[in-house]
């Protein structure tokens, strides 16, 4: 028997005595639902689509599973809810609501300004459990341009006995859908009227839980062919359709005045390169206009004019990137609006169903080789550098002639995945030090820095420094903070000198160097990318040598590489250490782990160093 | 050029004491203002707030506040103060409603100033939910050095509490001014708190109008160990006290609005009772089906605690006014906090056992002391003071895992007011408790020369609460504990994990554990760390400096004691030395104590958090100190081969 499995078995028996509810290997059922969701398109493009709900709570965390809370904006519209809950002991109903009992709020944004997102909900009395939750929902839609994806499994620990969707549609519009892992039965039928219904059914769905991966769930995407947004008629048929009408929407909103168009001419006049004149375009935008998002209706989707932003300096993704293409235009630089789903978590567009997959807009530019992208939001990046909010993805770059999928970068090379430090440490006989530190991150590294100390003042830079770095005692004297960029790559160099507390411990006869070289950042380990050359320097008080125990030594396992190098030569330490990541995306979680911490048992060591001379018995 | 010398050269242009009066006047920006680029006490904060000024007046039964606010943007990150929310509670009455809304900004372009106002297409208001509103103002031509200005008017027919006004901001404020003019109709107490506040606030009075100023405030932001340093921020409120009434005989009277405590807790009383708690018929009918007759009445009031605290679920904020009657409480089997213990004095009261409610103002809740005036909006969440067996106990069911008689750490707070018909009356509270942590570890080379290092943490009382959270975690997400438990080393295991959880029965809770090194006794030196396990194995305070007081909530101490069996064939070679060390004031200490006896390596050391309120002005100790403490924590021992055995 394998000791982790020995483990395992002891870990499950010891929660099994002390929590008897506790079943390793089985998923909890919070709930078990029954659903039918029927949608129902109309010629004028508008759409109602009905939920029937029958949920059985079987314990307190299963009411999160029921359908209390309906979202809608000024293209959507609640117009029915009934609720009613069945003890099913007594057969009676214990509590009952309807629209008008439901509360309405603003969904709070943090980011948008100002939009028409709101919500209905009803707080549920009854806390008596199992019960019989029965709730019946619709929704009026003024557009089919986004047509809702049918979940069938909505929520982890849930049994699904039975969901339904029903979708009816005229045969003129036209509809495709993408099934993924759908398991059950459908049906397409026509109907009268030149309509036309698709019906799926799936029956005992296995219960999920918070491993399941994303990929592994049942889904079904809709997308209708001809669609309308407030009367914008388009169609879906391919991606360059729905790119077609992106252009079509935003055609004519590019205008500048010849004013501002000349100061740009003359911002550029004295550049050759195209990078660099965007570059000096893309750096006035950063500087002078900032990020305000307000969403109302189809400027959900159209943008502000170009003039709008430039009197006002700001704008949300569309208008930024709209005012960031005209200026382009302006000294003759084509450029492309492009959609794209954000997120630095989210999932890739499904390519094989054009559609409404994306939340966010960039800015293309070609160039006789790779294009330059441009993230017209962020105010801390260089020009042609995405974030992780954007790049390594697929996206749906729009122009007069229609539009095609694209991919942006996925920033995979060493350059921009590299970090470098040189440390000098000055250790005196009492084990306080003093210290000069510099580093330099590179390409995401550097993101994730600017990201995290764009509003930090100077004691915040610091206090990040020190709870950042692992050098114990560390007491920052001076800092520079210093964000610099090599054309598209970020780079950002951090240096500081200070001194070090209670850097070293005594012990009778060694004197312990407390781990201080760092271990590999979550942000690497996360991104399985990294190519990190450390040196440091170490000067030591007299009579202090290296223990023989920690000598150099390589590590070599797959997907990393570590040296380390470490020499004395008089009273001066110095080491060398480099780590290479380039983690397959397919290793397990836990393989990455346990090679992470392998890496890092090594890589960070303590130093021991012996004393020359010997101390009487202290105890 | 480096960063210090840097910001030394720019000295000149930061601003000290302000040589020119801040105005309130929109557009009337003084020189100081327009030169200012950092502040001398916050370099590199995003954005400053150069003067704001609140006034306060009454119209009739309307309460009006005029405010003002301008501010500086420093920074590209400060562009982000270009957008403000003013939210306020309009209700279904228009309680408060804003007006008069004035925003402008003002560029210096070509060493001109240029002025924009933000016209209506930049102001939103939103219909937040259940009477809540806000105004969004998003200004135009935001840029470093923008000074931002605005102001509006706040009208409130609430004229019992005051909103008053905070002095402090989210970002460093040069300069912040508040003024009321009272009227001989509406008598006030006053309630101001804050280090700043207290004592170096300019004030006036002349003639009803009062007035308080205070200048170059820090930025209020959290800090750890302080997780209430709302607590401390500098701010002022008022409370009805007295009214005029006309009476035809006696002429203009002053009648007393709050005047004493028992006044107090009467009203209070009186609402509790509306809400039926202090009926005794759903009570009985709910305790038809249970039991909870006891010998004494501690065994009474566990029983009925527990009944609660197992039976109904704590949903819901932790506020001193229930929103459920009791009747609906029981039938629901759902409760805040607050409406649980009320339901606990029922039932209490029901059989014979003396107790009230206790109003208390929390951690947190934005007040650090009491104020001595019968003020009902200084207190948030409600306790319960009963006598069983003639002694005093405060219970609470803020925490499910809880075990009778565990008040929530944020309540144990100086004093509270006690609710008694016609008694009421502030009581202290004092909770005594000895939550402190064990951390014990048998370390030997067992025959197959693994190192094993058999493992005790017991943590009593919230201590021990705290590892209960711990464990609910493991329930939902098996192998956490193993994680938190395991070391750097990748070849260790971590075996035999077993909880005892006498939290109820002794106020203990145990994690036995054992981890493993294998084939660690084969080398020639043995080199370990016998101290695996403590909070403070890192030091927590990484900051160079604090602006609040370090509070680690209460006093407890942590004794860690690792005996390491000395294997055949080797020898102890080296140890970390004794250490004992303090702080000045004594706050804290700490020893550290190895010694050999027998074969046997001991070590022995203690933190003590004596005083759990540290001041800022020993932070820089308390920094060495802890600095100290983990450098010890984390030293190791070294076992060598005998040379000849």
């Known amino acids: 028997m394998s000791i982790p499995f020995l483990y395992l078995r002891i870990f499950g028996i010891f929660l099994m005595i002390f929590y008897p509810n506790y079943h390793p290997n089985e998923i909890p059922v919070f709930s078990i639902l029954s659903e039918k969701q029927r949608i129902e398109l109309k010629d004028d493009f508008n759409f109602i689509h009905r939920r029937e709900i029958e949920v059985q709570v079987l314990k307190k965390e299963g009411l999160e599973h029921v359908l209390n809370s309906i979202q809608y904006n000024s293209l959507s519209k609640v117009i029915d809810f009934r609720l009613e809950i069945e003890d099913p002991e007594s057969g009676k109903i214990i509590e009952k609501a309807r629209l008008r009992d439901m509360s309405d709020a603003a969904v709070y944004s943090v980011t948008n300004a100002f939009d028409d997102q709101r919500f209905k909900f009803y707080n549920i009395q009854t806390r008596k459990f199992p019960i019989t939750v029965r709730v019946v929902t619709e929704k009026e839609y003024k557009s089919n341009f986004y047509l809702p994806a049918w979940i069938p499994v909505q929520h982890y620990n849930q049994q699904v006995k039975e969901s339904q969707l029903e979708i009816i549609f005229p045969e003129s519009m036209g509809l495709r859908y993408k099934a993924i892992n759908l398991l059950g039965e459908f049906k397409e039928e026509k109907l009268p009227d030149e309509m036309v219904q698709f019906s799926w059914i799936e029956k005992d769905l296995p219960v999920q839980d918070r491993d399941l991966k994303i990929e592994d769930d049942h889904r079904l995407l809709l997308a209708p062919i001809h669609f309308s947004l407030d009367g914008f008629e388009g169609k879906m048929e391919d991606w360059n359709g729905l790119a077609s009408w992106q252009y079509e929407l935003n055609k004519g909103r590019d205008e500048l005045p010849e004013k501002f168009k000349k100061e740009l001419q003359e911002l550029v006049k004295d550049k050759e390169d195209l990078y660099e004149k965007v570059e000096v375009l893309y750096e006035y935008l950063q500087k002078n206009f900032r990020y305000v998002s307000i969403q109302l209706g189809v400027g959900g989707w159209q943008t502000m004019t170009a003039e709008e932003v430039l009197n006002y300096s700001y704008g949300d993704c569309k208008g930024l990137t709209n005012l960031m293409k005209a200026m382009l235009n302006a000294v003759g630089i084509p450029s492309n609006y492009t959609l794209v789903q954000a997120g630095e978590f989210a999932r890739d567009i499904e390519i094989d169903l054009p559609s409404t997959q994306f939340n966010h807009v960039i800015l293309q530019v070609p160039t006789d080789q790779d294009p330059i992208w441009l993230e017209c939001t962020a105010n801390l990046i260089p020009a042609g550098f995405l974030g992780s909010f954007t790049r390594d993805r697929h996206v749906l770059v729009t122009g007069p002639d229609g539009g095609y999928l694209s991919k942006t970068p996925d920033y995979q090379d060493e350059i921009w995945n590299k970090i470098q430090t040189q440390s000098d440490i000055q250790v005196d006989q009492q084990g306080n030090a003093k210290i000069e530190f510099s580093r330099k991150y590179q390409g995401i590294y550097s993101e994730r820095l600017r990201m995290q100390t764009q509003s930090a003042d100077d004691r915040e830079q610091r206090n990040f420094l020190t709870s950042q770095l692992p050098i114990p005692g560390l007491i920052i004297q001076e800092v520079q903070f210093q964000n610099d960029a090599l054309d598209s790559l970020p780079i950002t160099n951090i240096s500081f000198s200070g001194i070090l507390q209670r850097f070293a411990e005594r012990t009778a006869k060694r004197m312990i160097l407390r781990p201080f070289m760092g271990d590999i950042s979550s942000q690497a380990s996360n991104s399985g990318r990294l190519v990190q050359e450390d040196e440091f320097t170490l000067e030591l008080p007299e009579n202090l040598r290296l223990e023989e125990d920690l000598s150099s030594y390589n590590l070599e396992e797959a997907g990393a590489q570590l040296s380390f190098e470490i020499e004395q030569e008089d009273q001066v330490i110095k080491i060398k250490r480099t780590i290479e990541l380039n983690i397959d995306d397919e290793m397990e979680e836990e393989d990455k782990k346990s090679l992470i911490k392998k890496l890092n048992f090594q890589a960070n060591r303590p130093i021991h160093l012996i004393k020359n001379y010997s101390v009487p018995n202290e105890l | ?645």
């Not at chain 2, 030169?35 to 306060?56: I, K, M, Q, W």
């Not at chain 2, 930049?122 to 509103?133: P, R, S, T």
């Not at chain 2, 009382?461 to 080393?489: C, S, W």
Request: hydrophobic share 35%; glycine share 6%.
């Open chain 2, 1 to 645: 050029m480096n960063f210090k010398s840097l910001f030394i050269g720019a000295f000149a242009l930061l601003v000290g004491p302000l040589s020119f009066a801040q105005s309130s006047k929109m557009g009337q920006i003084n020189d100081n203002e327009f030169a200012l680029t950092d502040v001398s006490y916050e370099p590199g904060a995003d954005a400053v707030v150069l003067a704001e000024f609140g006034e306060t007046q009454f119209f009739g039964d309307v309460l009006e506040t005029k405010y003002f606010v301008r501010l500086k943007i420093l920074t590209e990150a400060g562009k982000e103060y270009g957008d403000i929310r003013i939210r306020f509670y309009s209700g279904d009455d228009r309680v408060e409603e804003i007006s008069g809304i004035k925003a402008q900004i003002t560029n210096v372009e070509n060493g001109k100033p240029q002025v924009t106002k933000v016209e209506k297409d930049g102001i939103f208001l939103v219909d937040l939910a259940n009477g809540m509103k806000e105004y969004r103002i998003s200004f135009p031509n935001v840029q470093i050095g923008s000074i931002i200005e605005y102001q509006y008017k706040k009208s409130d027919k609430n004229q019992v509490f005051l909103d008053g006004w905070t002095f402090q901001n989210p970002i460093p404020t040069l300069y912040s001014e508040y003024q009321i003019k009272m009227i001989p109709q509406l008598q006030y107490k006053m309630m101001g708190q804050g280090y700043n506040f207290t004592t170096r606030a300019e004030s006036t009075n002349s003639d009803g109008l009062y007035t308080w100023k205070l200048r170059n405030l820090y930025s209020s932001k959290e800090e750890p160990y302080m997780k209430n340093y709302r607590d401390y921020v500098d701010r002022i409120e008022f409370q009805l006290s007295q009214y005029q009434k006309y009476d035809p005989v006696r002429g203009v009277e002053l009648v007393d609005y709050l005047d004493t405590w028992q006044k107090l807790g009467d009203g209070v009383i009186d609402y509790y009772k509306d809400k039926g708690y202090y009926r005794s018929n759903p009570i009985e009918r709910e305790l038809v089906e249970f039991d909870i007759s006891g010998n004494t009445q501690r065994e009474i009031a566990e029983k009925a605690y527990y009944y609660l605290r197992d039976n109904f679920q704590n949903e819901g904020e932790d506020w001193i006014y229930p929103e459920k009657t009791l009747n609906q409480l029981l039938n629901s089997k759902t409760g805040s906090p607050g409406e649980l213990v009320l339901a606990l004095m029922g039932i209490l009261k029901s059989v014979g056992i003396e107790c009230d409610p206790v109003l208390i103002g929390s951690k947190g809740y934005g007040r650090s002391e009491l104020v001595p005036f019968p003020f009902l909006n200084q207190f948030d969440e409600i306790l319960l003071l009963t006598k069983l067996d003639g002694e005093l106990q405060f219970l609470d069911l803020s925490d499910p895992l809880a075990p009778f008689g565990y008040v929530d750490l944020d309540k144990h707070v100086k004093a509270g007011l006690l609710l008694k018909e016609e008694e009421s009356s502030l009581v202290p509270i004092t909770i005594r408790h000895n939550s402190n942590s064990i951390y014990f570890s048998q370390i030997e080379l067992d025959s197959a020369k693994n190192l094993v290092m058999k493992n005790s943490i017991r943590n009593s009382i919230y201590r021990g609460l705290n590892t209960a959270h711990l464990m609910k975690r493991e329930n939902n997400d098996p192998g956490f504990l193993k994680e938190l438990l395991a070391g750097g080393n990748p070849n260790e295991e971590i075996k035999n994990i077993q909880i005892e959880d006498e939290l109820a029965s002794k106020n203990i809770f145990t994690i036995n554990f054992e981890r493993v090194l294998p084939n660690f006794g084969e080398a020639e030196t043995l080199i370990f760390n016998p101290l695996q396990y403590s909070s403070f194995a890192e030091n927590p305070f990484t900051q160079d400096f604090r602006i609040y007081p370090v509070d680690f909530e209460y006093s407890f101490n942590e004794t860690y004691n690792a005996n390491i069996q000395i294997p055949e064939g080797y020898e102890v070679d080296d140890y970390p030395l004794a250490e004992n060390i303090s702080i000045q004031g004594d706050y804290i200490r700490f020893s550290f104590q190895p010694s050999i006896m027998d074969n046997m390596l001991k070590i022995t050391a203690r933190l003590e958090v004596r005083n759990p309120l540290i001041p800022v002005q020993r932070y820089g100790d308390l920094k060495f100190f802890m600095e100290s403490v983990a450098a010890k924590l984390s030293a190791p021992v070294v076992l060598k081969k005998v040379a000849n055995p």
